[in-house]
């Protein structure tokens, strides 16, 4: 398996200007997980979804993010407008998410992508 | 609501001695615990989990960590520290089904030559 592909894995843009970062989960895993990892803050929850349904999105810093999953192979992750201080490593994480089983499941990163707002 | 401590942000060990790493959570219902590991530039990936069946897990490259449910801990640890372990650590609880995890702020490790 390719585990969690996440592009582009950096994205360097001015401020202002809209960023999308995409996500693919494992195939066969229901549950998807959006991080932001920052110096300051560490890691931080920003959205997850289990089949396709965002189930809670308080981690979302504010209405400039938002987050997508059309299908259950892909997910995006949009800021607009970006400002300087959304500069940080965005992760995405895909798990099983079996029935049941949910307490023992892993969490599998991908490799994240690097924001510079500038 | 569950949540982890990891005491000290920074750990530097000398090659070949003992590394401990500690967290301590905070739960109310018999929790689900995990170590992961994150190297420069690159995403988490799963070191081990407790999930009950023992109270002492052994994980990849060497690493272990015991459950002590008196002590609300899950330390993790390894015998001799190589110059390949320097990376951040980050312990983290799960105590509801099919819900993130709750991570830890990290602690990075450093080794010296």
């Known amino acids: 398996d390719a585990g969690v592909i996440q592009s582009p894995r950096h994205e360097v843009t001015e401020m202002g200007q809209e960023v999308t970062l995409r996500c693919k989960p494992i195939?066969?895993?229901?549950?998807l997980f959006w991080y932001r990892q920052t110096m300051m803050r560490g890691l931080e929850l920003l959205i997850y979804?289990?089949?396709?349904?965002?189930?809670?999105d308080s981690g979302m810093p504010e209405d400039r993010f938002s987050a997508k999953m059309p299908n259950a192979s892909f997910s995006t992750l949009k800021i607009q407008p970006s400002e300087p201080r959304d500069s940080a490593v965005y992760f995405c994480?895909?798990?099983?998410?079996?029935?049941?089983?949910?307490?023992?499941?892993?969490?599998?990163f991908g490799p994240g992508t690097r924001l510079t707002v500038t | 609501a569950q949540s982890v401590t990891q005491l000290g942000s920074h750990v530097s060990v000398s090659e070949g001695a003992l590394v401990l790493l500690r967290c301590n959570y905070s739960?109310?219902?018999?929790?689900?615990l995990f170590w992961y590991v994150q190297y420069p530039n690159q995403g988490l990936q799963l070191l081990l989990k407790?999930?009950?069946?023992?109270?002492l897990v052994k994980g990849i490259n060497g690493f272990e960590a015991e459950f002590k449910k008196s002590e609300t801990s899950f330390h993790l640890t390894k015998p001799s520290a190589h110059m390949s372990d320097a990376a951040e650590y980050f312990c983290?609880?799960?105590?509801?089904?099919?819900?993130?995890?709750?991570f830890g702020k990290g602690t990075r490790l450093s080794v010296i030559a």
């Open positions: 994480a895909s798990s099983p998410g079996r029935a049941g089983r949910g307490y023992e499941e892993e969490q599998y």
């Open positions: 407790y999930t009950s069946a023992a109270t």
């Open positions: 979804f289990n089949n396709n349904v965002p189930i809670d």
């Open positions: 983290a609880v799960r105590t509801s089904g099919n819900t993130p995890l709750v």
């Open positions: 739960s109310s219902v018999p929790p689900y």
């Open positions: 195939s066969g895993h229901n549950s």
